[in-house]
């Protein structure tokens, strides 16, 4: 009897806990935490992290890059993501944006590091170099690495005048070392 009160208990569990979204149908909308395009006009350099998408979140999250040129009209965000590999694809994409700052699939993200200015606008040239140096574009394991914690803190390991410092449940984030 107790084993399947057990089993029930978990059941409930889980269920409780799981999100009634799927990837589909979760939230990608801005989050409004990133300096707009059309009024910042300096060069923008912001590093974000939002909990990883279904039960992943409770333990991790992913992280991505977004920098912005100076008068530049959207930001270039840089990612690692895992299905990308699934589809042949290289995990590292590149794409533009007014707002890099989206949840990611149904979570809202925080700033891990935001750079305005001058300092920004020396830093970003060296994080493009480094995004075409990330020696695992074509690669994605969740544990240990590489994934989309990885990909980050590589690039503060290359530029460590960004003194970046990555969430404690960025998990991948050791295996850029």
């Not at 590999?85 to 925080?110: H, M, Q």
């Not at 994605?140 to 970046?164: A, C, H, K, R």
Request: net charge negative; glycine share 6%.
């Amino acid at each position: 009897m107790a084993k399947y009160l057990g089993l029930i208990f978990i059941t409930l569990f889980l269920s409780a806990c799981s999100s009634n979204d799927n990837w589909r149908t979760a939230s990608r909308e801005p989050a409004g935490i990133a300096p707009s395009p059309e009024t910042e006009k300096a060069a923008v350099i912001e590093f974000y992290a939002a909990d990883a998408f279904s039960w992943r979140g409770w333990f991790a999250v992913h992280t991505w890059v977004a920098t912005k040129e100076k008068n530049a009209s959207e930001y270039t965000v840089h990612e690692v993501v895992g299905w990308r590999v699934e589809r042949g694809l290289p995990a590292l994409s590149e794409y533009k944006t007014a707002t890099p700052d989206r949840y990611w699939f149904g979570a809202k993200p925080e700033k891990v590091l935001s750079i305005i200015g001058p300092k920004a606008e020396a830093l970003i040239p060296k994080i493009d170099e480094a995004v075409k140096r990330y020696p695992w574009a074509n690669e994605y394991t969740v544990f240990p690495g590489p994934n989309s914690n990885t990909f980050p803190t590589w690039i503060g390991l290359q530029v460590p005048e960004l003194d970046l410092d990555m969430p404690f449940r960025a998990i991948g984030s050791g295996y850029a070392d």
